[in-house]
């Protein structure tokens, strides 16, 4: 895989399969909002290039409804921040191959402190590097950026339409970086570009330090409102009222992670992956 730069980043070229479809406009939507499914979105779910592991996860994170609330669409530019093993990546990727851009941003294993911290990074690293190289037919024109958390930079001011970052609140504040992280947004979306993010949801305010995994929604809003972000609509898409968020280790006892005794496996597959709030920011 060659390298390139970008201003300000590391960019790898890596692509995909074009499962494109007519894009459908998208309503404006306030609270509570139920988006319609977008044909080209569709197209790229129910893609062929996606691990059938993966797709049985549909039921909790409901990619169809969740990318046409972003308003992801063929022809945008749309930053992913910190894919992890690449779930959404075969998604956008074939979405936004002919006609779009995908990039994943991914933190550089170099800007942080050497010892754990940087060999996780590093190992994830290689890890979604190597599901785009070993898959050129949906991943050879994927951009992956490698940013500092502690001073964020994905890519050229003002060069994205959408930033989509899921389930990773948490980890920002637990670390201190949740502003910084907020304000990188802002300043590499175009005005009237969107932030749209997934969290798991707490049942109120938590302290930064808090290891729940959970973050209160209200914290996550004030976060994007003093970035300079406008809330512009949110969805119960990803809602679970069987999640009761009260579990000795946390999120990460609920389905996918299970971090439970065997005994009580039943119990948590009944309650399923976690309750998440699901809120689309303006850029204005």
Known sequence: MKARSLSCACLFTVSTLLLAA??????????????????????????????????????YRHPAQTLSFFGVEPGKTVVEITPGGGWYSEILAPLLRDKGTYVAAVVDPMAVAEGRGRDYQQRGLDSLSKKFADTPALFDKTQVVKYDPKAPVFGAPGSADVVL?????????????????????????????????????????????DKSGYVGQAQVIALAKAAGFELAGSSEINTNP??????????????PSNNHDAADAAKYKAIGESDRMTLRFVKR
């Open 242 to 255: 069987r999640d009761t968020k009260d579990y000795p280790n946390g999120v990460w006892t609920l389905p």
């Open 165 to 209: 970052t899921f389930r990773n609140v948490h980890n920002w504040r637990s670390a201190g970086q949740a502003e910084g992280m907020f304000k990188g947004f802002y300043n590499v979306l175009k005005p009237g570009g969107v932030l749209g993010v997934v969290e798991h949801r707490a049942k109120a305010d938590v302290p930064a330090d």
């Open 22 to 59: 007519p894009a459908m406009a998208i309503k404006p939507a306030g609270a509570n909002a139920q988006p319609a499914i977008t044909p080209a979105v569709q197209a790229a779910v129910d893609g062929k290039g996606r691990t059938p592991a993966n797709v049985q996860r549909d039921a």
